[in-house]
């Protein structure tokens, strides 16, 4: 009989809502449109694999614009919109990231991209494995340095200076110190782990002003007349509320905001991209270790018992949670059915390739 497998972001869900537990991995329910935050990490981390594994960048990145062509057919006009916008974003920041560390991306020697893996859960006190195995995939194993490394491709909103929470937090992150001991599991004498994080553009399109064959702003009146400056030569080039007079614009188009945002990385890349060496003592990954058995341990009991509560205060914390319209709409786990504007997913680990 085939194992149990439960992967980081699994547990992660189940820690956060039993009952979306359940939605997305007991019942393998996903939204039929995938989400923008899974859209964008994914084409990164395809591009960052790409890129380690031979391709050029610019190849890394076409393959990306091609996979955004094809989402765009299935939205409406005004979400293939978004999506349009959102292809360029993710274009220009690959770009920039591939500028930005070209030199030290030459100088790191890739072993092995995108390493999937399977390793025994363990009672950390008896040492013995049970039923459950914890999956995963390891974004990149390389010598950086002279060192064997794990590096972790992220992207985030977040702050990610230095003093940042956001590394704080990585300090006590259960996943490193899971990643260390499967590395290791695979005979592999992993020596440190390396974050390197992109900070997705908070820009968003813009209108821009109209303008006429000569370059000129347009300003027009009340009555839709154009309006002159008090000389009667030139255009007037600013609005006035007082006076009636507005500015004509247009919604930038996304070469023009992809544009925007190659310029404002540029200006200052360290504000978008980070690399920071996480260090992790064994004492550390003893805890990984021993949060991974109580967790693996704590959904055993839940499928035993059938039972999913919901964590109320997960809806809205940060964003609104994926599964709060089924929930609130009385969506019942136990009836079989698929909601509209879902889907049922043959691998509920959709990060993983599926085994055999």
């Known amino acids: 009989m085939t194992p149990r497998m439960v992967t980081y ?29 899974l859209r964008i990490g ?26 955004y062509a094809a989402y765009e057919p299935s939205f409406s006009v005004d979400e293939a919109l978004h999506v349009a916008y ?17 030199a030290e991306n030459a100088q790191i020697k890739c072993i092995e991209s995108e390493m999937q893996f399977a390793i025994p859960i363990r009672n950390p006190k008896t040492n013995r494995a049970i039923s459950t195995k914890y999956a995963g995939k390891i974004d990149k194993l390389a010598v950086v340095d002279g060192l064997l490394s794990i590096i972790e491709h992220k992207t985030t909103s977040q702050d990610i200076s230095p003093d940042s929470d956001y590394f704080k937090r990585l300090r006590i992150d259960a996943q490193i110190g899971n990643y260390f001991a ?5 005979g592999y004498d992993v020596q440190q782990i390396i974050y390197d994080v992109i900070r997705k553009p908070a820009l968003r399109p813009n209108n821009i002003p109209l303008l006429d064959d000569d370059g000129f702003k347009i300003v ?13 030569k030139s255009w007037r080039q600013t609005s006035s509320e007082e006076q009636g007079y507005v500015l004509q614009t ?8 992809g544009d925007r945002i190659r310029n404002d990385i540029a200006s200052r ?38 039972s999913w509560p919901r964590n109320t205060g997960a809806c809205i914390g940060f964003g609104r949670c994926a599964c709060f319209d089924l929930c609130t709409n009385s969506f019942d786990p136990n ?19 599926p085994t055999e």
């Open 269 to 306: 890349p360290e504000y978008y991209f980070t690399r920071r060496v996480i260090g992790r003592i064994d004492a550390d990954v003893a805890e990984s270790e021993q949060a991974l058995f109580d967790k693996a341990k704590r959904l055993d009991y839940h499928e035993k018992i059938n």
């Open 86 to 102: 959102e292809h360029e974003m993710v274009a220009q920041v690959l770009a920039c990231y591939f500028w930005y560390w070209e």
């Open 182 to 186: 499967a590395a290791r599991s695979l």
């Open 335 to 353: 009836a079989g059915i698929v909601p509209d504007g879902w889907e049922r997913v043959d691998n509920q680990h959709t990060e993983l390739e």
């Open 250 to 257: 247009r919604m930038e188009t996304p070469g023009e905001f």
């Open 42 to 67: 994914t084409a990164i981390h395809k591009a960052l694999d790409l890129h380690a594994t031979g391709h050029t960048a610019n190849d890394a990145i076409m393959c990306v614009r091609e996979d």
């Open 220 to 232: 027009l009146d009340a009555n839709g007349e154009r309006v002159r400056n008090k000389d009667g």
């Open 9 to 37: 972001s699994e547990l992660q869900c189940a820690d956060t809502c039993l009952r979306k537990h359940k939605i997305l991995y007991g019942l393998k329910l996903r939204r039929a449109k995938q989400e923008k935050a």
